[in-house]
């Protein structure tokens, strides 16, 4: 339960960095289209993720669109909860009792990649999803 939610964590962080990189670069050309509408209380896009861990095992975080969030495990086991950003860091607090996690997110390389660190020290690989 806690590595998903250090994963969807991971891949939010991620999705944050990545995405405020991007808002960067759309500010400095004209839109042709708008841009999706941030989750909510966050900078970060809604959009999937694949979240990598340490032991090289892989899940899916999804970002909503309204703040919440669904990480998926690799049996497929779905945990769903609330994302926000707190004092510069992606959170997230899944339903149910499990303690929610935060995670600062590095710099997103060329193809929108990055690691996100949890404060226990947990580092994660988070890559967008191609459509």
Do not use: R
């Not at 400095?28 to 896009?45: F, I, K, L, R, V």
Request: hydrophobic share 35%.
């Amino acid at each position: 339960m806690k590595k998903l939610a250090l994963i969807a964590a991971l891949s939010l962080l991620a999705a944050c960095s990545q995405k405020a990189e991007e808002k960067k670069e759309v500010a400095a050309e004209p839109a042709a289209e708008a841009a999706p509408a941030p989750a909510a209380d966050s900078g970060t896009q809604p959009g999937t993720y694949d979240v990598k861990m340490a032991d090289g095992t892989m899940a899916t975080t999804t970002i909503n669109a309204d703040g919440t969030y669904v990480d998926t495990d690799p049996k497929g086991k779905e945990v769903k909860g609330l994302y926000a950003s707190h004092d510069g860091k992606d959170c997230f607090d899944p339903e149910g009792d499990a303690p929610g996690m935060c995670w600062a997110v590095g710099k997103a390389g060329a193809d929108g990649s990055f690691t996100a660190t949890a404060d226990d020290g947990t580092v994660v690989t988070v890559t967008p999803k191609k459509k």
